[in-house]
């Protein structure tokens, strides 16, 4: 067996156990591209990452999606690098071969090239993220390159780009051709190994993911991307504001609030806890 190390002490060289080399690669996202149109789920905490991986979806993105879903927050705004890096390093814990792409918040990466590495660096180093994503097209071509150029795989993203789509563009489906193709060109030609199109007019979508050799990573751009990303909560109805494009698979947030009632109409029955005395030995035993 292969060995890092010489002498008695030598670890057997344990491949599955490296974390550098057991998720899945940016680089065999990217070979997908032109095969199967495959799926990405958003997560932001290791139990429910561990839910998406178990049902076969090798690649979660910790989007800032976070501020909405989780934190409490109107838009993604005020997301701060420290949450990311919290809610990504959560979702590393809890999976073991999945891609984990983390989305790099407003302010982390504008500034300057250095400013973007910098933040891109933490996500990997303390966040365990395999990937970044950032939100712009022709405009962050620079910090892509910057970020790439230290060896981090970028994800692009253009079309409605939520960081900033409050401050005044909106939420409206972007249909100028001749700019999304341009920034869509600019990722990739600036090094991202993947784009997202948010809210894109679907033959635009189309004809960029027929033009790019990059996949593009469609949410509400219709059926023609190269793969498919949706926020877990409206996946999981557990978001009561879920855009039109998304699909409910499940409505976990009348279930939970059906379960709580449940749960507290018996504690105030006084029918939860049981009166058990197998229970109360089996406690008893456990007490140091
Ligand atoms: O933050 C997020 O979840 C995203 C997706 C909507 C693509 O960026």
Redesign the pocket.
């Known amino acids: 067996m292969k060995s890092h190390q010489s002498g008695e002490n030598a670890r057997p060289y344990e491949p599955e156990k490296n974390p550098a080399i057991r998720r899945l690669t940016a680089g065999a996202i990217k070979r997908r591209k032109g095969k199967s149109i495959f799926p990405i789920a ?1 997560a932001y905490d290791a139990p429910f990452g561990q839910f998406v991986e178990a049902a076969g979806i090798d690649v979660i ?1 910790v ?4 501020g909405n879903v989780v934190l409490g927050f109107d838009e ?1 705004t005020p997301v701060t690098l420290e949450s990311m890096i919290y809610h990504a390093r959560a979702v590393d814990r809890g999976t073991q071969r999945a891609h984990i792409m983390a ?1 790099m918040p407003f302010g982390s990466y504008q500034v300057s090239n250095e400013d973007a590495l910098r933040s891109a660096i933490r996500l990997v180093k303390e966040g365990g993220a395999c990937s970044v ?1 950032l939100e712009g097209g022709r405009d962050e071509a620079e910090r892509i390159r910057a970020i790439t150029g230290a060896g981090i795989p970028v994800v692009g ?1 253009i079309g409605v780009t ?1 960081q900033t789509a409050g401050l005044g563009p909106g939420f409206k489906m972007r249909t100028h051709r001749d700019r999304l193709i341009d920034d869509a060109r600019s990722v990739e030609a600036a090094g991202a190994y993947a784009i ?1 199109l ?1 809210v894109v007019d679907y033959e635009i979508s189309r004809e960029i993911s027929e033009m790019l050799s990059i996949p593009t ?1 469609g ?1 509400g751009s219709g059926p023609h991307c190269d793969a498919q ?1 949706l ?1 877990l909560h409206d996946i999981l109805g557990m978001y009561p504001h879920s855009p039109s494009f998304a699909k409910r698979y499940a409505e976990m947030g009348t279930l939970a609030t059906e379960a709580l009632k449940r749960y507290a109409q018996e504690v105030r029955d006084a029918v939860f806890p049981a009166r058990s005395t197998a229970l109360e030995a089996h406690l008893r035993e456990r007490m140091p």
């Open positions: 958003t993105l989007g800032d999606s976070v993604t989305d994503k993203h939520p997202v948010e990573i949410i990303v926020v």
